[in-house]
Each structure stands twice: as C-alpha cells, then as structure tokens.
C-alpha cells in the first residue's frame, strides 16, 4: 500500500505565482506617484529677491526660497558672498508640481526673467555672485537646460556661444537668512524702487521684447 503523502504538485507553485501577482499589482501605482511628486531647481539670475518673486508666482510653483550654491563653503552668509570669493551664486530653489509645470516651462520663465548676455553680473548687481546659472540635478535635468539654452539662443537669434548662463551640476542649497525671504511682500516699497533703479525690467525688455517675463512657447517653436 502506498503510504507517500499526496504529491503537492503544481497547487504551491500556482499558488506562489498568484501572490506574486497581487504583490506587483500592489506596487503598480507607486512610480506614477513618484513621477508627480514635487520636484526642485535650483537657478541664479543676479538678485535672488527678483528672481523669487518672479518665479514663486507661476501656476505650479509651490515655492519659492532664496539661498546660496556654487561655492565651496558650508553655511555661507549674506556678507560673505556679497563681498565676493565665496564661489556662491544668489540662487533661487524652486519647488514645482510636475503635474501642472514642467522643468522645461520654468526654465522659459527663468530664461526671460534674467540677461543671458551678460556674464559679469546681473543688471546694477556686479561680481560672480550675482551670475547666471542653471544649477541641475541628474541627466534628465542637466538635458533639458541644455536644450533650453539652444531654444533662447535660438529665439534670441543668437549664437549659443553668446549666452553667459552657466549651466553645472548642484553641490547643495544653503538657505539665505530669514530676513531675505519673500523680501518683495514683506518690504514691498524698499523693494520695488530697487527694482526700478537697477533697471531690470528696463533691459528684460531690451532683450526679449514682448516675451519678456514670459512663460510662452520657443518662438524658435522648440517643445522644450
């Protein structure tokens, strides 16, 4: 008489296929979720309490935080990278919803909201702290603010050679000191006569004509 238990056969293994099959449908949803999850940029236009105040109010910004980068120094101040030798830039870093902005969107806002020619400052702020950068984080960015270069150029008429915005990976982002945020609301008098003096708008406007602090499409009718 055969007294060998009943073979388990093929019954495990469906039933180890099926588990494995609610565990991927489990898990499906997750890498959408991440892929809307909010993203950061970090970006150096000359004075960050411009550059903040023309970027936090896109539809898809969530904020908008001045501070530093570029520089090897840890916890820099306003005095020190002011004075200049820091290597830091005045920067922006800008948290997004990629669902309603995408990188490629805000860069054509940043594009037209600084002077990609001049390399030697910004507008009346001069010295490397205050030059324009696209700091990136990974290849997706560093790509896109690549062809985001050729895109201004292009609209500009311009050889890519003649735009001074440096574009180079992030080390970090040092928050600036708290009487620098959100600088426009809070001292909004102080703040829009230097805006006026420095003659921001003035030379945007020389620039970029009617797109001027725009976020349009390329007129080059680049989709980046």
């Given amino acids: 008489m055969n007294t060998r238990p009943p073979s388990l056969g093929a019954r495990p293994l469906a039933w180890l296929l099926s588990l494995l099959f609610l565990l991927c449908v489990a898990v499906a949803p997750a890498p959408a979720m991440a892929a809307n999850a909010p993203q950061e940029a970090v970006l150096a236009g000359g004075c960050f309490w411009c550059l903040e105040h023309d970027l936090e109010k896109l539809p898809g910004v969530l904020d908008a935080q001045s501070g530093y980068s570029g520089g090897a120094g840890a916890n820099p101040t306003y005095r020190q990278v002011s004075a200049g030798g820091s290597g830091h830039q005045e920067v922006v870093r800008v948290r997004f919803d990629p669902a309603r902005i995408s990188y490629g969107a805000l860069l054509r806002s940043y594009w037209r909201n600084i002077d990609p020619l001049d390399g030697g400052g910004q507008f009346c702020d001069r010295g490397s702290s205050y030059r324009p950068v696209i700091f990136t984080s990974g290849s997706d960015q560093q790509n896109q603010a690549q062809a985001s270069l050729r895109s201004a150029a292009a609209e500009?008429?311009?050889?890519?050679?003649?735009?001074?915005?440096?574009i180079k990976p992030l080390n970090r982002f040092w928050p600036a000191e708290a009487y620098h945020q959100n600088y426009a609301e809070l001292n909004s008098v102080k703040y829009n006569y230097y805006r006026w003096a420095c003659g921001r708008d003035r030379r945007l406007d020389s620039v970029w004509g009617k797109r001027a602090r725009s976020g349009a499409a390329w007129a080059s009718g680049s989709k980046s």
């Fill in 156 to 166: 500009l008429g311009r050889p890519v050679a003649a735009l001074k915005v440096q």
